[in-house]
């Protein structure tokens, strides 16, 4: 299945992607949430659209899509997974996975602006693979991790570098400001993806190809990460974990390059679509 939710922030209603055309699943009556996931909301859901097929209604053409899932418990993140990438930021190739927070105010739906925030100066693209967790997580195997991944979707961790690296402290602060966690357009099923570790990924910024990477070049691949991330804490259903971007980054070239109002994002994910965000000043 693919899952989207749409209408007006913070109203959005439930939907999925059938052949590529959006149907409404109000009647459902649950949102995709920590408890929707965790009280095997998947298989509810898949019985309900099988029950009702033919009866859906379509969801208007051009309505706005959200987040393909309700705000989540946490956001982690996993930075310099991609060699090349750390080659181009001149950071050591970790030999264990890098982990922070984007804060999930930060969620926003897959086509809504980038807001550069106040007194920001170098504000970055990232597109990543993010997967979503199915179930409670604490202390799993690598070889049972797979279980607990619920699907995948297509994410922008935007970034500012500023904040991030010349303020001191931990990355957070440059990752987590309002606007800066485009999701979606859908949440994938683990069954809609044949191999997780051979997807194109790839950005845009004003129609000008800046990032084309894939999946394969992963340093630590997604069973590890759910393993080692469980080691430190518990992945609840609905937790969304991102898995690095590949090489072209903003802040990889030479001099660097950042974004400004009126430039506009596209990315996308082979099998995850694609999304576009235009980028505004804070007002």
Known sequence: MKLIRYGEPNQEKTGVLIDDVAYDTSAFGEDYNERFFETDGLNRLQEFVDSNEGK????????????PFARPSKIVCIGL???DHARETNA???TEPVIFFKATTALTG????IVIPKNSVKTDWEVELAFVIGKK???VNEAEAMDYVAGYCLHNDVSEREFQLERG???????????FAPIGPFLATKDEIADIDNLR???KVNGVMMQDGNTSNFIFKIPHLVSYLSQFMTLLPGDVISTGTPAGVGLGFDPPVYLKPGDVVELGIEGLGVSKQNVKAYA
Request: aromatic share 10%.
């Open 56 to 67: 859906l209604e379509r969801i208007p053409e051009g309505s706005r899509l959200g987040s």
């Open 110 to 113: 897959p086509n809504d602006n």
């Open 92 to 94: 050591k190739v970790p």
């Open 81 to 83: 997974n991609y060699a």
């Open 169 to 179: 402290g931990t990355w957070d602060k440059g990752k987590g400001c309002d606007t």
């Open 201 to 203: 990924l790839w950005l």
């Open 137 to 139: 997580a604490s202390y």
